[in-house]
């Protein structure tokens, strides 16, 4: 069949169709349309990212301009936040880095390249702190939790009297991200980044804020970092970190019982860093000792003669002579000494006690008072006292606390996240029930067309007759050939009405032929 004999018959159909039946049909196809069109867009609308937020109004106004020059898709939030679809966000974000954006709000050495030749030497020293101060706030810009940053230097003018010279100085306020905190190795970071970077300014000249106006540093340096009873600040760092771990162990335990929010946890360790070393020379005895040395003499004497006698003695010493005739005497002599020299068992001691024992330990824990009403104080004092160590002999000293907490900025919160996230859901609810009632009310009028089209076959086998005819019919009865005698009158009425021309020159043709 070709192509031509389809459009026939679909034209041959739509001819034979009423008004009302051409508005059904029109109106279930643009409906269909229209949801076939939502449906496309909303499955090929891409989804969009973040790009940069908190931008400055000078840093969103470039991008915008450098996105639509590279034709990308972008959508606005308000004045700081820029979106593009989030397919593109990591390629994209390259591309408006090698622009050298965004630059945060200040001016680095670039400002060298808007000058002229006739800029003063004023000028030159004010544009070189700008740029300074703009680059170092960029590059503390980069920590991860820092939002952004700002420098502030002041460089005095060399003076000819080196006791009257003034030293360099500078503040630092940083805006960290929402969540995150710096830890005071950042904070020093901070610091000797700037010192480093300006001649002749020293740490101890340098004071970091946040914007809440809060110090977070002060002067320091190796000879002023005895912050806490002569603590330096190694030993200073290692009792933070010690007090922090506690508090935490402490509060994930709570928080695991109560809720989150629940509790607040503070912990003070006074920490002993003496080290001491003790060296011992302990002697211990032997059951099976071992000889070291050993040394024997033997004195042995037999013979004849008088042996010496008498009171101890020059004279009972010396010798006696037999007398001519007299018979002497025998005699003998034996002697044996024996000396031994046993090894000692001996043990060297040489004890370092490392640093850092506890010396005091104080924790103090803030309750919520909805949180302990099926709790005892008791029960909870026990567990942390535990978990801590703490020992009241050593004198430390644990308090438990309940007292109700401000809780109105957290169901502030709560409420605008719930708002949120109805909002979000209305909005998804939304496009489903649009798509839902497109679908039934296109089935709706299809099914009404249908069952229309039915009725309409069902009765093309009758013959076409007027509605008189048909009321007639009912009222009285009539023969075959009476019947077949009106409906052929009716036929050709119908025909005349329909095709006058026709039946005119047929009539004309039968007039002519008669003739």
Do not use: C
Request: aromatic content about 6%; charged content about 25%.
């Amino acid at each position: 069949m070709a192509i031509t004999d389809v459009f026939k018959q679909i034209q041959t159909a739509w001819g034979k169709l009423n008004l009302n039946q051409k508005l059904i049909i029109g109106l279930t196809v643009l409906i269909l349309l229209i949801a076939v069109i939502s449906l496309s867009y909303w499955a090929v609308r891409p989804s969009y990212s973040v790009l940069f937020s908190e931008l400055s109004s000078d840093d969103a106004a470039s991008i915008v301009s450098m996105l639509k020059e590279q034709n990308v898709s972008y959508r606005l939030k308000g004045n700081s936040v820029i979106e593009v679809p989030s397919n593109m966000v990591y390629e994209t974000r390259l591309q408006v880095a090698a622009e050298g954006l965004p630059k945060g709000g200040v001016i680095g050495f670039e400002i060298f390249d808007q000058g002229g030749l006739s800029v003063s030497e004023f000028t030159q020293k004010l544009n070189y702190r700008r740029g300074l101060e703009g680059e170092l706030s960029r590059t503390i810009s980069q920590l991860s939790e820092i939002q952004g940053a700002r420098v502030h230097i002041v460089i005095p003018e060399p003076s000819l009297y080196e006791e009257e010279e003034k030293p360099a100085t500078a503040s630092i306020v940083l805006k960290t991200k929402a969540g995150s905190s710096l830890s005071q190795n950042k904070v020093q970071g901070v610091v000797h980044l700037v010192a480093s970077s300006v001649e002749g300014l020293k740490p101890e000249n340098i004071t970091v804020l946040d914007t809440s106006g809060a110090l977070l540093s002060e002067a320091t340096g190796d000879s002023e970092t005895s912050l806490q009873a002569g603590l330096t600040k190694t030993q200073l760092e290692s009792q933070m970190a010690y007090e922090n771990k506690l508090e935490k162990s402490v509060q994930s335990m709570l928080e695991k019982v109560l809720g989150i929010n629940k509790s607040v946890v503070r912990v003070s360790a006074e920490l002993d860093f003496t080290q001491k070393q003790t060296e011992s020379e302990i002697y211990e005895p032997s059951d099976d000792p071992v000889i070291r040395s050993e040394q024997a003499s033997k004195e042995k004497y037999s013979g004849e003669g008088a042996s010496s006698s008498g009171v101890p003695g020059v004279d009972s010493n010396v010798s006696t002579y037999p007398s001519t005739g007299t018979e002497g005497t025998s005699s003998s002599y034996s002697k044996t000494d024996t000396t031994k020299n046993y090894e000692v068992t001996k043990r060297l001691e040489h004890e370092i006690e490392p640093p850092g024992e506890i010396k005091r330990l104080s924790v103090a824990v803030i309750i919520d008072s909805t949180a302990m009403e099926k709790i005892q104080t008791e029960v909870i004092k026990n567990t942390i006292a535990a978990a801590t160590g703490t020992d009241e002999e050593r004198g430390d000293v644990l308090t438990v606390s309940s007292v109700p907490f401000d809780t109105s900025w957290a169901e502030k919160e709560t409420k605008e996240i719930e708002a949120f996230q109805r909002q979000e859901l209305y909005k998804n609810i939304g496009k489903i029930a649009a798509v839902v009632i497109l679908i039934a009310v296109a089935a709706f009028v299809l099914f009404r067309l249908l069952s229309g089209k039915k009725k309409e076959e069902g009765f093309e086998f009758l013959p076409k007759q007027p509605l008189g005819i048909s009321l007639a019919a009912k009222e009285e009865e009539l023969t075959p050939e009476e019947m077949e005698k009106r409906e052929v009158k009716e036929e050709v009425k119908r025909i005349a009405k329909e095709k006058p021309g026709e039946v005119a020159q047929m009539l004309k043709s039968w007039l002519t032929s008669k003739e």
